[in-house]
């Protein structure tokens, strides 16, 4: 995967709050995972008691950029800004790229679903962060808040995929991760992840629904950010290579429900457990929206065929 150089990286939708505190409070809203790590103590639907239901589309809606933070938490993007000016400062730096990545997924859904979408912010956190569906810590994995509306990630988490799951790693599975967690945002916008019911699970249940679908919709993505232009008129993202895909399709195949519970927990596969889908079923779906890319081929919740 290679990004543009000489083009302008937008920092403003990053909150860095790396390093900042944060405490474990409590929250209103549940979190949505993607990174997969929902089995084996690696808890992505976050660690939250859940007090007002699954946190609908208008919730967070008319927060200011900074509300949100716990006591003593702030963002600060000076150092990232200063580090991050030209986008071919992606093809040397994990967190630029993810910067370039945001600006790269915001812009192909402002133009895909038009006024419906509203552009949101993504937390750089480390050890753990404050949200408005409570706390979370690294252990969490990447995930997305509708209470708030935020994408959270402590970028360690990377390092985690390749070290304790094995994957192959690589710029373009990073941007998966980041565009899965932008599909749920667009799932909230839209209204979808309201037909999940809190805490349901099984393989054919609404939360596999809504993580296979955002995996689509991460797909639907990719097979666009060659093309996608920025605020300049050109792409961010110069190329991805069938590498690329194979990579982001090791990956998803990493987190499945099935390859954590038999390599990462007790051995045993237990599908009434699946949280977010089979490592087939991610892999199908990714692939559903890349070979497409029509976010429209991805309603999971209108097919009896899920893989």
Known sequence: MRYREGGDLDTSSIQDRRGRGGGLGGGRGIAVGGGGLGLVGLLIVVLVQVLGGGGGAGAGAGLGALEGLGPGETADNSALEQSCDDSGDANDSVECA????????????????????????????????????????SGSGPFYCPADRFVYIDLTFFDTLRSQFGAQGGAFPNAYVLAHEYGHHVQNLLGTNRQVTPGEAGADSGSVRLELQADCYAGAWANHAETVPDESGAPLIADITQDDIDRALDTAGRIGDDFIQENLGGGTVDQDTFTHGSSEQRQRWFLTGYETGDPAQCDTFATDDLG
């Open 98 to 137: 993810v910067v370039a990545d945001i600006d790269s997924i915001q812009d192909y859904w402002s133009q895909a679903l038009g006024g419906r979408y509203v552009p949101t912010d993504t937390v750089f956190f480390s050890d753990q962060v404050s949200t408005q569906c409570g706390g979370a810590t």
